[in-house]
């Protein structure tokens, strides 16, 4: 059937864009099909600093544990892990009262403050070996430390001493003392540990660690945390300026 020129434009019209339609669909495939797939990004390993730059005190183990033979001496409110060989309803975990004392079955109270680990271990046996057991193996395992405490003072919003309830971190630490205050420098907090009979000093960056991008090391007892306030000329300033690597401990 023919066609009037009126008819013929308005077919041609809607062919057209039909062809526009389908070319452009064919384009988008076609360049789907080049596009390279996407990648994800590679993970940032945190950077650490190595249990030769992080020396932890002479009484702690590389773990962040007590050494079983080390001189700590137990203190109120510890909390401690009593564990008898084969002798399942004697194992138990007890808090040390404010008087230093603890009390178990068929024992009933002990003097546990200022004892070592290897100490009470053996007047636990002791006193189990007097009627009870032949021969009893007991082994102390101290879960808290809480008598163990650490200083935080410079630029944090509430300096204190505050007390170790197992493994704390650097950044946990600055949380008891409710956080940084506002001139506060970030590359500029300081640890000061004895090591070695030795007092020994290393610097962090906080914002590094908060980002990720370095570790954020344990703090132990006796630890000394100082935020450096920004702009201030100070022994402690010089000793920053003049550290070279982060988390590296020196003496002081």
Request: aromatic residues 6%.
């Amino acid at each position: 059937m023919a066609l009037s020129a009126s008819g013929f434009a308005a077919k041609w019209k809607t062919w057209r864009g039909a062809l526009g339609l389908a070319a452009l669909v064919s384009m988008l495939i076609a360049g789907c099909a080049t596009q390279p797939s996407l990648q994800p990004r590679e993970a940032r390993p945190v950077a650490k600093s190595g249990t030769a730059a992080m020396p932890p005190p002479d009484a702690i183990g590389q773990s962040g544990e007590f050494k079983a033979a080390s001189e700590y001496r137990i203190g109120p409110n510890d909390l401690i892990e009593i564990n008898v060989f084969q002798v399942a309803e004697l194992t138990r975990s007890v808090r040390v009262n404010t008087q230093g004392q603890i009390s178990l079955p068929l024992i009933g109270t002990l003097q546990a403050g200022g004892r070592t680990i290897g100490e009470l271990e053996g007047d636990i046996a002791k006193k189990l070996a007097d009627g009870y057991i032949q021969n009893p193996q007991v082994s102390v395992f101290i879960k808290e430390f809480t008598s163990q405490r650490v200083t935080v003072e410079g630029a944090v919003r509430k300096p204190g001493i505050y007390s170790l309830t197992g493994r704390t971190t650097l950044l946990q630490s600055l949380a008891m003392s409710e956080g940084l205050d506002q001139l506060a420098n970030l590359q500029g907090v300081v640890i000061f540990r004895v090591v070695n009979g030795q007092k020994m000093a290393a610097v962090f960056d906080i914002a590094a660690i908060r980002a990720g991008r370095a570790e954020d090391p344990l703090i132990y007892g006796d630890d000394i945390v100082v935020v450096e306030q920004s702009g201030r000329k100070t022994a402690l300033r010089r000793f920053i300026e003049s550290v070279p690597v982060f988390a590296l401990f020196r003496p002081f």
